[in-house]
């Protein structure tokens, strides 16, 4: 039990998550800036060039309207990866995905089973600038943006992707499918030649508005943890 999990559970009305974690600590150690995870000089390399290509990013017209945009923060070589719609207001001026309440509970959720936001997930979101007014991206938007979570995915090449709404999983997985559709079982998204397990979660945002959904939360949750606990150690 660490201090993440004690925090999370009121948060989200749960108890305890065993499991080991040994084996993915020690991977990860392995892999952190001095161990080698594939060549990490030319992983660098292609992080950097793809930050640039976001950072300058003129393809729509959001380009107008944003104050920067919103690349991506956490773990390169991530064995989660969570991908959320678009920036918000405080997004776009911070910079980061998800901040503010949503963020917080975001962590929480991270933290209840054993992880954390910075060493262990890495978080970006389907559009890289904040659509005017908060409004649903539109579909030239997400075309556009598209390549850039795609390169995102594949450089990351995560276990496992957590989906957070509607429209980051419509987006990610193609389809036009409601949450109560694609929640409780892994879906799959793919990478190259890697099929990647996709679980389908709610947005933080609805269930502060819903807290009675944070069960079906914690158990898609459960999932995640189930699907990092049986990949190898080493990946």
């Known amino acids: 039990m660490d201090e993440s999990q004690r925090r999370a559970w009121p948060w989200l009305g749960t108890g305890p998550l065993w499991m080991p974690r040994a084996a993915r600590v020690a991977a990860?150690?392995?892999?952190?800036?001095?161990?080698?995870?594939?060549?990490?000089g030319d992983a660098s390399a292609a992080w950097e060039s793809l930050r640039r290509e976001v950072s300058g990013c003129?393809?729509?017209?959001?380009?107008?309207?944003?104050?920067?945009?919103?690349?991506?923060?956490?773990?390169?070589?991530?064995?989660?990866?969570?991908?959320?719609?678009?920036?918000?207001?405080?997004?776009d001026r911070r910079g980061e995905p998800f901040v503010g309440r949503a963020g917080e509970l975001l962590d929480l959720m991270i933290g209840a089973i054993g992880h954390d936001r910075q060493r262990?997930?890495?978080?970006?979101n389907v559009l890289k600038c904040r659509?005017?007014?908060?409004?649903?991206?539109?579909?030239?938007?997400?075309?556009?943006?598209?390549?850039?979570?795609?390169?995102?995915?594949?450089?990351?090449?995560?276990?496992?992707?957590?989906?957070l709404g509607r429209f980051a999983a419509q987006s990610l997985l193609s389809t036009d499918a409601s949450i109560a559709s694609l929640r409780g079982r892994a879906q799959s998204y793919r990478s190259g030649e890697r099929e990647i397990p996709v679980v389908v979660t709610y947005h933080p945002a609805y269930l502060l508005r819903t807290p009675l959904d944070k069960a079906k939360a914690w158990r898609d949750l459960c999932l995640v943890a189930e699907i990092l606990n049986a990949a190898p150690a080493g990946q």
């Open 131 to 163: 659509p005017p007014d908060n409004r649903d991206p539109a579909g030239e938007e997400v075309v556009r943006c598209q390549p850039f979570l795609v390169r995102q995915v594949e450089l990351i090449a995560p276990v496992v992707i957590v989906a």
């Open 58 to 91: 003129e393809l729509c017209s959001l380009c107008a309207t944003r104050t920067q945009t919103v690349f991506g923060v956490g773990r390169e070589h991530a064995r989660c990866l969570i991908i959320g719609e678009a920036p918000g207001a405080e997004e």
């Open 120 to 124: 262990d997930v890495f978080i970006a």
């Open 28 to 40: 990860d150690d392995a892999a952190e800036p001095g161990g080698d995870r594939g060549g990490q």
